[in-house]
Each structure stands twice: as structure tokens, then as C-alpha cells.
């Protein structure tokens, strides 16, 4: 039997690098007590399966959309169906599996911090143990993908703050169902904005300060300063953050050459390309790809 831990046709993933975690998301007091550490979609996720005989120091919380699974925490096992979730705790033995004729669709997230573990225990006094189910609601989705859009821009204090103290909403859907904030969807026009936009376009491009902020119509100096103040990086810096995070995605998700993708962020050399790579994300590109997988 095929069991993968990735590698399905429209999936989505984002690690945030430990340095991020181990700095401004436990400096910023607004979320240092619950914030994520990985995030992602596996739709029609056929043969997928995990199995962590030692858990890991992260909990986790899936929701399955559509298909079907099974999820085993500790020697409980349950079964996802629509609609269904599960939260398992951190250090906790687990495995779990799509259905073999009827693959499941998951909206996963890794989480930690000192209220974490508060808001597992939450769970299993309400539902008697990790497993529940929710009502749709397409709100829900939305909240997720916001999540998922603020750090997809990179990890500004902005998108750090909003994502974070969106989970603790999230968190709160499953367990008391609450209903959702209806919202507007509004596209920012600042030049911040418009920039990170133009970086995302471009992260193939080795775009100079002068490229960025004449991309914003600003005098690089002013667009320095403005954007540090908004997301507490410089552009480049910025810029960097987001070309790494395109290079996890593919280390992830393909099985391109680490020369290949060093390319593909716009770092013609590939030896300069990894030294960023491990100095963001704590480790070398290779080894970042050997331990892949939700």
C-alpha cells in the first residue's frame, strides 16, 4: 500500500522558521502565550499518513472538510468524517490516515505556547476526548485562509500579530462553535502593501533596495524607514524571508535540485542560497527536506 506524507495535487504549507518563533512571536506579548508554528491544506489527499510513535512538542489541530480518515492519539482511535476534528496534544504517540476510496480534505495547524495546552485540555473535558464535529460554516474556511494569507506575506510583526490572534478565534470556532464575524475583504493600497505585493510577484528577481522602492514610488531612504516601522524588517530582509519561504515550499512539494530552486528565489548561487536557508530556517536545505511532511 502507497502511504505518503505530502505530495498532493493542489496542497499547501507553511513552516515558519524557528528563528521567527523563538523571536518575535515569543517577544511579542499579544501572542507569545499561542501561536503557530505550521500551517496547511492537503486536499483529496489520497494514501496520506503520518505516524509519530513520540508525538512532537507541537499540538495539532485537524479539520476534515470532505472525505474520510482515522486518527489514532495515545490508544484511542477515532474516525474523521466530514466536518469532523481532532486536536492532538503535544508529546502525545499518534498516527493518523486518509481513507483509502474516500481521501480526505484537511485544513491542519501546528501550535504551541503556554495556553496551548490549555486549550487541548478545553477539548477533551467538552468532548470526552480529541475528537468533535462542527456545523460548516464557509466563515471558518475564511478565517483559516487569513491566517494563512498574513503569513504567507512573510513574518512582519503585523502578519505575525494577526495571524496569531486569529487562531485564538479559530481555536474558539471548534470548541464552542461560536458563530464567525462576517468580514469585507478590503485590498490596501499603501505603499507597504503594494510593495510586499510586488515582491511576491517577484521572488524569482534579484530586486535591488532601489528596484523596491521605486517600485513604490518612494526615495529609498523613506521607503526603508517606512517599511521597517510597519514590519519591523528591512525590504531586502523582508524579501529574503519571503524567497526562503517559496524555497520550504518547494523542498516540501517538489523534488527539484537544491541548485534548481536556488534559481527558481532568483539566488543564482546555490552555496550563497543555502547559507541563507539554514541561517533562517535553523537548518540546510536538505535536511530541511528529509523531515518534510505534516
Known sequence: MIRKKEGFEGQRAIVLPRKVIAGPCAADPLVNGLYITDIGFYPKARYHFRQRNHGIDQHILIYCREGRGTATVGNRQYTLAPDDFIFIPAGSGHHYASDDTDAWTI???????????DAVAAVERRFGGHHGRVTFQQKRLDLFEDMY????????????????????????GFLYEEPFSLSEKHTSRDAVEQSISHMREHLGASLTLADLAGAANLSASHYSAV?????????????????????????????????????????????????????????????YRSKRGV
Open 107 to 117: 485544513y491542519w495547524v501546528h501550535f504551541k505556547g503556554p495556553r496551548a495546552a
Open 227 to 287: 517599511f521597517r516601522k510597519r514590519t519591523g524588517y528591512s525590504p531586502l530582509e523582508y524579501f529574503h524571508h519571503l524567497k526562503i519561504q517559496k524555497a520550504c515550499q518547494y523542498l516540501l512539494f517538489t523534488d527539484m535540485r537544491i541548485k534548481e530552486i536556488a534559481w527558481a528565489v532568483g539566488i543564482e548561487d546555490p552555496y550563497y542560497f543555502s547559507r541563507m536557508f539554514s541561517k533562517l530556517m535553523g537548518v540546510a536545505p536538505q535536511q
Open 149 to 172: 494569507a498574513s503569513l504567507e506575506r512573510g513574518y512582519g510583526n503585523d502578519n505575525l500579530g494577526y495571524a496569531n490572534m486569529c487562531l485564538w478565534h479559530y481555536l474558539a
